[in-house]
């Protein structure tokens, strides 16, 4: 007897998951980590290149039948198959595209509750004392919840009395904002940019280029944004120092 191929396999794996779980809709399968493909200084064009080639001229291989399939791939893909279905998945909102960046509260809130959430009820209030001081982090945050947990984590380690101190929240927020430097100067205008159009402000389509405002968003430099429409924003922990240092170079360019 021969075993089955996978293309034959499928229906009946499929039938009997169903099965064994009634009422589900569908099977998805996540294909996860593919988001980390990563070259080196003499390699990444060429992995971008294969990337690119891989879900433009093979998507229908990466099929699989009668199976829901997700990839996480790079965010970068995203700029160089126009018309793909790639999404990628937006910070929580907590200022609105305007001039002014008028606050959106309830991306503030939202947050809150999460740091209430994770420190339960009397926890939050021994921890902190009231919810505005909480917001002190959630403010600096840029709506991304892996550096929210960066700022706490940094806070619980430097506690020794509670609830904790104004040097304890600015000491917080200080060696997380240090995470993001130093950036370089052409890195620095490019951000400013951003932050000034609220748009990627791509100069042009080249892999190179693609593969650093990629780098951006991975390391949350650059925050991507959703409410109704699509934007971008620098981090609230490096919009002043970027702001400084393309002023900088706009007087350096100034004439005497």
Not at 205 to 234: C, K, M, Q
């Amino acid at each position: 007897i021969y075993p089955l191929s996978l293309h034959d396999a499928l229906p009946i794996y499929v039938k009997e998951l169903k099965e064994r779980h009634t009422g589900a809709a569908g099977i998805v399968f996540l294909f996860d980590n593919l988001e980390q493909l990563r070259g080196s200084a003499t390699t990444e064009q060429e992995v971008i290149g294969s990337v690119q080639t891989l879900f433009s001229t093979h998507l229908e291989r990466l099929r699989i039948p009668y199976v829901h399939v997700i990839y996480t791939v790079p965010p970068w893909l995203k700029f160089l198959l126009a018309g793909a279905n790639v999404e990628i998945l937006p910070s929580i909102v907590q200022w609105k595209n305007d001039l002014n960046r008028s606050p959106e509260g309830t991306g503030d809130d939202c947050l809150l509750n999460v740091i209430q959430g994770r420190f339960g009820g009397n926890g939050f209030l021994r921890f902190f004392g009231n919810a505005a001081r909480a917001g002190e982090f959630v403010t600096v945050c840029g709506g991304n919840l892996r550096d929210l947990i960066r700022l706490l984590r940094e806070a619980i380690i430097r506690a020794n009395i509670l609830p904790i101190t104004d040097q304890v929240i600015q000491a917080s927020i200080r060696t997380v904002r240090e995470q993001f430097l130093p950036i370089p100067t052409d890195d620095a205008l490019w951000l400013a940019r951003i932050a000034q159009r609220r748009e990627s402000a791509l100069p042009n389509a080249n892999p190179e280029t693609i593969a650093r405002f990629s780098l951006f968003l991975d390391t949350h430099l650059v925050l991507f944004l959703r409410n109704g429409n699509e934007w971008y924003d620098v981090h609230p922990l490096i919009r002043e120092h970027v702001e400084q240092i393309a002023k900088r170079e706009a007087e350096k360019g100034s004439p005497a």
